[in-house]
């Protein structure tokens, strides 16, 4: 199992800056990719941005130049850097690692098996 703990939300002005840190622990050798996500009230989550599997980044339009992702060492964290906050920006972020592990069956011997675990989430709230 993998858990993952965000932290840094907060309240800022439209304009203002914000980092987030997710900080993973457990089974890190078995993640494939991290990212952020978001839920605005009354709207269904959304991708943010995320790293892929093989490295490269993929990220929403709505915060393409404003926002950037990195992380240190190999999945021990994920980071989102948010710079020209808008109030569209609000929302709960959650931070999401996929994973994929090698389970031994009795029919088929060893096979990998694909899953997704997610953080409690940070409120991220941008006022105009």
């Known amino acids: 199992q993998v858990q993952l703990v965000e932290s840094g939300g907060a309240e800022v002005q439209a304009g203002g800056s914000l980092r987030l840190s997710c900080a993973a622990s457990?089974?890190?050798?078995?993640?494939?990719?991290m990212g952020w996500y978001r839920q605005a009230p009354g709207k269904q989550l959304q991708l943010v941005a995320t790293?892929?599997?093989?490295?490269?980044?993929n990220y929403a339009e709505s915060v393409k130049g404003r926002f950037t992702i990195s992380r240190a060492g190999a999945w021990n964290a994920v980071y989102l850097q948010m710079n020209g906050l808008k109030p569209e920006d609000t929302g709960v972020y959650y931070c999401?690692?996929?994973?994929?592990?090698?389970?031994?069956?009795?029919?088929?011997?060893?096979?990998?098996?694909?899953?997704?675990?997610w953080g409690q989430g940070t409120q991220v709230t941008v006022s105009s």
């Open positions: 999401k690692a996929e994973t994929e592990v090698d389970e031994d069956t009795e029919r088929y011997g060893s096979i990998p098996r694909k899953y997704d675990y």
């Open positions: 457990g089974k890190l050798w078995s993640i494939d990719a």
């Open positions: 790293f892929v599997k093989g490295g490269s980044t």
